[in-house]
């Protein structure tokens, strides 16, 4: 792995390895020091009313607005594009001599300029990082300070907006699931600007831990770990002195000593990074859910001066093996191959609604409906997500922000270049992260866009990311780096082409990351969104208002051959049966072919992140779908599954139904029954049991199952696995209706 360059320091006295009792500390990810946090109210102007002279601390804020932070300034009613500005007062207590005062914001949408008492104090550009600045010298005493804060959001310029973007913000200002959708200017809309992550006002004596970034070197066969940990500090010092560095490992179940290893270093004036390695000790693996317990370690990581301990942090991490056969595509978590169940996840336009509570909500529905790996799509949410990752043992891929087409320049690569290095430097740390993405859908592969731009260049962007994947190996080499998610990756067929049969059809790629269909949301939650009287679009022009809110009426209505009904209810029950057979039919096909091709599947997307019409299983309430039961069947890490592409049969045919058996598990069942029922409506006319071995991590085909002296109409063949102590396995269905006619095979698509 190639690390962050380090300053070497002059080492005082030797290093020493220390075991002994600790107590458990709490679960954080902020410096220990002296905090203060400013959200809360702050004045709120749009640039028309902003100061002329923002370093004069006299500026009045007469006429400005109130605005909670933290918060997307959308969200608090500011429908505005471009700058705008926000303004308070905070106290310091008495500062004395060599005290370090930080100002600390956890995230800015886009850009931000900052002033302290009339000083402007730094930049940033980039909407998801943390970032800091050292306001020592600009604060007094008392309660008259004043910060400033220019943030601008603006709006991309360019002619060809879409395709040449200069903001790196991936779906969250260009995609089809935003308000206005993807294909005009109204694309724009709701603008996700604003200070949305916490600000904190940090006064530590002399020294402070800004950020910790760390790398486990693990051995599989003997099961055991060398850690290292780069710790970044600053001091606010005059004159280089000596300090001690400790680092100590807890296992919060007390299931071995703790390990304790200090060191001592000189730390001149100003930034460094101290390195400190753990010896090799046997530890308990991060897994993700389904395999075993996602196992957290607490650390505690300390700046001292003799007697008086000057800054601490603590933290959770997860310690796991990661790696990936580049030729068959498979994934392994600490050396057992695991398949990918996975979901697309968008949780909201405004990244400040996402609490850890909403976050919880997510992640329980996700285990609920057995993902087992989350693709971030073209985003990267705010900490607190990757920490309940950690713990909930998912599996995380995650993107980079871009979306799409973007500008070619060198100052474009650049800028990319360096936050792609503060995305992995800031999340490198948490164990769910498996892999980095580059680019969703880039010009260069997406020949699709000749068709929605004149100036389309079948090599626009590839230059960057390939330069982008050859940053992200250097600076994370122990994960899996994708160029791009490509688009042979996202067949989506029935709804963007061909038809929901093509799914079982031969499959070329390891790595489905799209696949899926739009559904329309409960009635309760339609007229949340929409007037009474455009819940029944008469004619095709007034679809417009629908399609703002992301629905497909081409889509729906041409290639998946939805059918409208006769009224807002028929579409909406048609909606969603269509696509809870897409995904079932989708994702079992996908699921029979594991490691024949198929290593992994991110079926999109998992919820709605706004009031929209959208291909989310969850509604923007938090409603779900039929969709999501179809996905939390087909995800089942033990599967009956059937193989039979047909679903309608004529009168006198006798159907027979392919039984196999899917198993995501590192363990082998013996004598277990498989039960098979067959149900004309609600009436049960045939069953019977055959007993089986299912092999661990495996699929293969189990019995075939007739149906023979069937009359006309509807029926479904029920599945159930049920092992030797009664606990069932996994349980499944599929419908099918027999006629006196023959129905064609592209009409077929139930499972």
């Known amino acids: 792995m190639r690390t962050l360059t380090i300053l070497r320091l002059g080492v005082v006295a030797a290093v020493s390895v220390i075991i002994s009792a600790c107590a458990s500390v709490p679960e954080s990810s902020r410096t220990q020091a002296v905090e203060r946090s400013l ?22 804020t007469d006429g400005w607005a109130r605005i909670e932070v933290p918060s997307n300034w959308f969200l608090q009613g500011h429908e505005l594009s471009g700058a705008a500005w926000y303004k308070r007062k905070f106290s310091v207590d008495e500062i004395r001599p060599q005290q370090l005062v930080r100002i600390i914001f956890e995230a800015v949408d886009y850009a931000a300029d900052v002033w302290i008492n009339g000083h402007h104090v730094g930049h940033h550009q980039g909407y998801f990082d943390r970032f800091e600045f050292n306001i020592t010298q600009f604060v007094v005493s008392g309660d008259e300070n004043d910060i400033t804060v220019r943030v601008d959001s603006p709006l991309e310029q360019a002619a060809d907006w879409s395709l040449n973007k200069r903001l790196i913000k991936g779906v969250l200002s260009h995609h089809d699931t935003r308000p206005g959708g993807a294909w005009s200017d109204r694309g724009q809309a709701a603008n996700t600007g604003g200070i949305w992550g916490d ?17 486990d070197a693990i051995d599989i066969d003997k099961n055991t770990v060398e850690t290292t940990a780069w710790i970044n500090v600053e001091n606010q010092g005059v004159s280089s002195r000596e300090y001690l560095i400790r680092v100590q490992e807890s296992d919060p179940l007390n299931r071995h000593a703790p390990v304790r290893i200090d060191k001592s270093v000189t730390l ?25 317990s996602p196992d957290r370690y607490e650390y505690q990581i300390t700046v001292s001066r003799g007697a008086q301990r000057l800054a601490s942090r603590s933290m959770k991490r997860g310690i796991r093996h990661l790696d990936r056969d580049p030729e068959s595509g498979e994934w392994r978590v600490n050396g057992k191959r695991i398949f990918l169940r996975g979901t697309n996840y968008i949780p909201s336009q405004w990244l400040s609604e996402m609490t850890d509570e909403k976050f919880r909500f997510d992640l329980d529905l996700m285990r609920r409906a057995n993902v087992n790996a989350i693709r971030v799509h073209a985003l990267v949410l705010p900490e607190r997500f990757y920490r309940l990752a950690d713990e909930y043992g998912m599996l995380v891929w995650q993107d980079f922000p871009l979306q799409w087409g973007y500008s070619d320049d060198a100052v474009f690569h650049a800028e990319a270049a360096r936050q792609l290095r503060v995305m992995i430097r800031q999340f490198g740390s948490f164990a769910s992260i498996f892999a980095w993405s580059m680019h969703n859908e880039p010009p260069w592969d997406a020949t699709w866009m000749k068709y929605k731009y004149p100036d389309y260049d079948r090599n626009q962007n590839r230059a960057l990311d390939e330069m982008l994947a050859g940053v992200a190996v250097e600076e994370d080499g122990s994960r899996h780096v994708h160029t791009a998610s490509l688009t042979a990756e996202h067949p989506w067929f029935g709804w963007y082409s061909g038809s929901v049969a093509d799914y079982a059809k031969r499959v070329d790629e390891t790595l489905i990351t799209e696949f899926g269909a739009q559904a329309l949301p409960s009635m309760d939650s339609l007229e949340r969104i929409f007037d009474p009287a455009m819940l029944w679009p008469a004619k095709d022009g007034d679809w417009d208002i629908w399609r703002y809110h992301n629905f497909q009426p081409r889509e729906t209505f ?84 059937i193989a039979s592409v047909e679903d309608h049969f004529e009168a006198g045919a006798v159907p027979e139904f392919p039984i196999w058996i899917v198993n995501d ?3 082998k069942f013996d004598e277990v029954k498989l039960h098979s029922s067959l149900w004309h409506g609600e009436k049960m006319i045939d069953s019977r049991v055959d007993t089986v071995a299912i092999d661990a991590d495996s699929a293969a085909f189990a019995r075939t199952r007739s149906a023979p002296n069937l009359v006309g109409g509807k029926y479904s063949l029920r599945l159930k696995l049920v092992d030797r102590s009664g606990e069932v396995l996994g349980t499944n269905y599929q419908t099918f209706t027999v006629s006196p006619r023959s129905v064609s095979d592209s009409q077929a698509l139930d499972n």
């Open 39 to 60: 959200n809360g109210s702050w004045n709120f102007v749009g640039a028309s009313g902003a100061p002329q002279n923002p370093q004069s601390p006299d500026t009045s």
């Open 199 to 215: 600000v904190t006002l940090a006064v530590n004596d002399t020294v402070a831990i800004s950020h910790v970034r760390w790398h």
């Open 268 to 292: 001149k004036p100003g930034k460094s990074t101290v390195e400190l390695s753990l010896p090799a000790r046997t530890v308990h693996l991060w897994q993700t859910h389904e395999h075993g």
């Open 558 to 641: 041409k290639i998946a051959k939805i059918s409208r009904g006769e009224s807002i209810h028929e579409l909406v029950r048609n909606t969603q049966e269509y696509q809870r057979r897409l995904i079932k039919f989708a994702a079992e096909s996908y699921r029979r072919n594991r490691y024949r091709r198929v290593a992994g599947i991110f079926q999109f997307m998992f919820v709605e992140s706004w009031p929209s019409v959208n291909w989310g299983v969850v509604d923007y309430r938090r409603k779900t779908k039929p969709g999501y039961d179809a996905m939390r069947i087909a995800y089942q890490p033990v599967l009956p599954t």
């Open 665 to 667: 598990l590192h363990r």
